[in-house]
């Protein structure tokens, strides 16, 4: 024991002695492992890996604007050596995040829903605010010395584990996964100064709280219709809709306002005209019950008040309760062998029910799979060398099967390539700018909107009037065309 509590201390003491460092914020001595130089480093391969599994939205003015607007924010913060890069990505998703070194992005999924420049200025601030007082750095020292502690007193009783000190798990959980309340709070209190000196109100922040708690009500009420648990991982998902102490934080900021003669609105809703919303054309287009892909050449259709849900591993359709859901992945096409072979090469031998069919001249089989404890729906479809395998489960044995089975059975026999009146729907749906009319409600503008669930929560999500504010004549909004 002794002889353990002296190797604790020959390497834990010169980690304290060397690994503080002076914050650039707060001034006070914050232990870190890693000098700036590391920090950058680090952001510029994780800045690479991002960009490799999300792509850069393809709109150089909407970037550049971006840009310009972060750039403005950083000449007046605590790090204005940095070079910064704010990076629109090309995902749905409505969040934004940084990475160590002055690397930030922001979702067009997030952009969509904010309504102006000061709520754009707030997002960036924020984010800014994390890399200014290098907040991940931080996490990743403490979760550092914590695996290397583990790692030493694992290797004095005899079981060092290899895989404890894993800088790469390290960094992910440090940006990807959130901060913390304290933290998030002091990024916060950071964007909003940044944002006052550059001369926007702070009431931008305020609005954009509300914009995204707004989005963790509806995300969790989609949950709820799914039969999911699911917790949102947004931007400023920690702080409650009415947060004094974010109001307290982030108002000590006016004081620094600058005189300014910029618009709070700017130009905002001009530079997001046409920005694509949801799906974009690479993963296919949900539009209504429908589901268009140009590369695929693919038209598939969901029954009546089923849920279309695109992720990025599969295609999946959910019953209106969530209690049965088909998914369908693609893959190469690789034997040589007829649909009913690969279905039984690949799920089971002793498949039930199985039919052979063409689907628009596609040869496809079907089947069911019967087990102990479920029965499953399962279809192979050729085409263009690729195989389309679709897969219906139920979530509860006991549910009528044969009823979510019929369903399962009409999204199959959907499938069909793109006829030339359908080519333009694989096209992405846009957000545009409207005027509202005499007699317009969400209700009346739902009706006729693309958007492929909820279109009136979402358009209402849009213009921050969740979950029932009114329309006013002459009022410009967004809708998705």
């Known amino acids: 024991m002794k002889r353990s509590w ?34 950058i480093a680090m952001g510029k391969r994780y800045n690479a890996e991002v ?73 960036l601030g924020h984010e800014l605010g994390h890399v200014t007082a290098r907040h991940s750095v931080q996490q990743i020292s403490q979760s550092q010395l914590f695996d290397i502690l583990t790692t030493i007193v694992g290797g004095v009783g005899g079981q060092s584990n290899s895989t404890a000190y894993n800088i790469t798990n390290l960094a992910k959980g440090a940006f990807l996964a959130g901060y913390g309340r304290k933290l998030e709070l002091q990024a916060d209190e950071l964007g909003a100064e940044y944002m006052a000196l550059d001369g926007y109100s702070t009431e ?27 917790t949102y991982h947004g931007v400023f998902a920690s702080h409650p809709k009415n947060d004094k102490r974010f109001q307290e934080v982030i108002s000590r900021a006016e004081v620094l306002k600058e005189d300014s003669s910029k618009d709070p609105v700017g130009n905002y809703l001009n530079k997001i005209e046409g920005l694509v919303f949801g799906d974009n054309e690479a993963s296919g287009v949900r539009r209504g019950r429908d589901f268009y892909h140009s590369s695929l050449d693919l038209h598939l259709q969901a029954p009546k008040n089923w849920e279309i849900i ?9 019953s209106p309760d969530g209690e049965g859901y ?4 693609v893959e190469d096409q690789n034997m040589r062998e007829s649909p009913r072979e690969y279905l039984k090469r690949n799920f089971s031998k002793n498949i039930y029910e199985a039919e052979d069919l063409l689907l628009d001249n596609y040869e496809a089989s079907k089947t069911i799979i019967y087990s102990a404890n479920e029965r499953v729906r399962v ?36 499938f069909s390539r793109l006829k ?28 006729r909107s693309p958007i492929p669930f909820d279109p009136e929560d979402k358009l209402r999500l849009l213009n921050g009037d969740y979950p029932n504010g009114k329309l006013t004549v002459g009022r410009t909004i967004k809708i998705v065309e």
């Not at 695109?310 to 959910?318: A, E, P, Q, Y």
């Not at 690729?386 to 549910?399: M, Q």
């Not at 030339?420 to 005499?438: A, G, H, M, T």
Request: glycine content about 6%.
């Open 310 to 318: 695109n992720t990025s591993r599969r295609l999946i359709f959910s």
């Open 51 to 123: 960009l490799k599994q999300i792509p850069v939205y393809s709109d150089n003015e909407l970037q550049q604007y971006v840009q310009a607007l972060g750039e403005s924010l950083a000449k007046n913060s605590h790090r204005s050596n940095l070079i910064y890069r704010f990076t629109v990505l090309d995902s749905p998703d409505v969040n934004a995040f940084a990475l160590p070194g002055g690397y930030i992005f922001i979702y067009r999924g997030l952009m969509a829903y904010l309504s102006s420049e000061e709520e754009l200025a707030a997002v």
């Open 326 to 329: 088909l998914a369908l992945e």
């Open 204 to 230: 931008g922040m305020l609005k954009t709280l509300s914009v995204l708690k707004d989005q963790e009500v509806y995300s969790k009420e989609v949950s709820k219709r799914r039969g999911q648990t699911q």
């Open 379 to 414: 279809a192979a479809v050729y085409k263009d060398r690729k195989v389309f395998t679709f897969i219906g489960r139920t979530k509860n044995f006991e549910k009528d099967f044969s009823s979510l089975d019929k369903g399962f059975v009409e999204i199959i026999n959907s």
């Open 6 to 39: 002296l190797l604790l201390s020959s390497f834990v003491l010169p980690f304290l002695y060397y690994g503080c460092a002076v914050n650039p914020v707060s001034g006070n001595q914050d232990f870190v492992l890693m000098s700036e130089n590391q920090e």
């Open 420 to 447: 030339n009146e359908e080519i333009p729907l694989s096209l992405p749906l846009r957000i545009r700018s409207y005027k509202v009319n005499q007699g317009d409600t969400y209700n009346s503008l739902s009706l």
